[in-house]
């Protein structure tokens, strides 16, 4: 059963589509890396994921139950806020968690804590920095012992020493217990190091989705001579242009056209390319 399908899922603020027309799928797992441009969509796809907004359109199921309203049993979600009961200690709220839901073990969040060195744990929760609220929200949502583990910018907050830890704790969780995750990043090169699934989106739609080195691997980056490119096939994605040369993305490249140099992006320059090309879109829609 699939972690996370969602079909024509959208949802609407006003008149403003955040989400539109997406329809994608997480194997059971997956390490997802949820990417995009700010306001592309990826909190308020996540939060619908978790059950905290209602899609306007499509539908998503979380194992093949539609979530509707509330959050799958077995998913935990860390959401971009990180609200958290403000006034309690850490180890309080750990037991405070643990007396809510029968399934929830305090052990796990405990052992979690304990691979972060900066939390204290007898700490009010109000008194910790934003990556101290960070690492305490996943501890909890580890402690859910959840099968999909949905994260919204879980390295934002935090600093290097830290977004090791983090990165570290949630290969052991996959590794361990097999869990799936989905996690929205702008840190990309960090994203390389625990993903293998790709979820891009721009403008609320789906731009890019599936196993990371096939999606690598049907795209090419060429170099080459700034004045002709009537020898280059393939979708073109983005392109930047200088005096000296041209540096294009495409997709389902043919091989590389004499006097071009071509290569296999990385995660880092796909996903930058794509950007770009949203950016270029959006500011020539500006332009009119
Ligand atoms: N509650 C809301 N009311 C109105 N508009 C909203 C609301 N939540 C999100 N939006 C709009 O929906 C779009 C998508 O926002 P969302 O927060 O999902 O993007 P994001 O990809 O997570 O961005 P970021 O990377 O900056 O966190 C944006 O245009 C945002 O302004």
Same mark, same amino acid.
């Given at each position: ?5 969602a079909?024509a899922l959208g949802k ?7 989400v ?28 619908m994921?978790?059950?905290?907004v209602r899609p306007t359109t499509g539908e998503l199921?979380?194992? @093949?139950?539609?979530v509707? &309203? ?55 929760? @109000? ?12 501890? *909890?949502?580890? &402690? ?33 217990? @097999? ?36 999606? *690598? ?72």
């Amino acid at each position: 059963m699939n972690p996370l399908t969602a079909t024509a899922l959208g949802k609407r603020y006003g008149t403003h589509w955040a989400v539109r027309d997406c329809g994608f799928t997480i194997p059971e797992g997956k390490v997802v890396a949820l990417v995009g441009p700010n306001g592309a969509g990826k909190s308020t796809l996540l939060r619908m994921a978790a059950g905290l907004v209602r899609p306007t359109t499509g539908e998503l199921t979380a194992f @093949g139950t539609p979530v509707r &309203g509330r959050i799958h049993q077995d998913v935990s979600f860390l959401a971009q806020n990180r609200p958290l009961h403000r006034d309690l200690e850490v180890r309080e709220l750990v037991r405070y968690c643990a007396s809510m839901n029968d399934r929830w073990s305090a052990e796990r969040a405990h052992e979690v804590l304990a691979l972060q060195a900066g939390v204290d744990q007898d700490a009010k929760v @109000g008194t910790l920095s934003a990556g101290g609220l960070t690492q305490v929200a996943i501890a *909890l949502a580890l &402690g859910r012992l959840p099968r999909l583990l949905l994260l919204d910018e879980p390295l934002a907050d935090l600093d290097p020493l830290a977004r090791d830890e983090t990165l570290r704790i949630i290969m052991a969780e996959v590794a361990d217990r @097999g869990t799936t995750v989905v996690m929205s990043s702008h840190l990309l090169s960090d994203l390389r190091e625990v993903c293998d699934h790709l979820l891009l989106v721009d403008e609320g739609r789906v731009q890019v989705s599936g196993d990371i080195e096939e999606v *690598l691997a049907e795209h090419r980056i060429l170099v080459g001579p700034p004045a002709d490119e009537s020898a280059v096939e393939g979708t073109l994605i983005s392109a930047t242009r200088t005096e000296r040369q041209s540096t294009l993305l495409l997709r389902e490249a043919r091989p590389t056209p004499e006097g071009w140099a071509g290569a296999e992006p990385d995660l880092e320059s796909l996903v930058m390319g794509y950007l770009r090309a949203s950016r270029e879109r959006r500011s020539s829609a500006e332009r009119g």
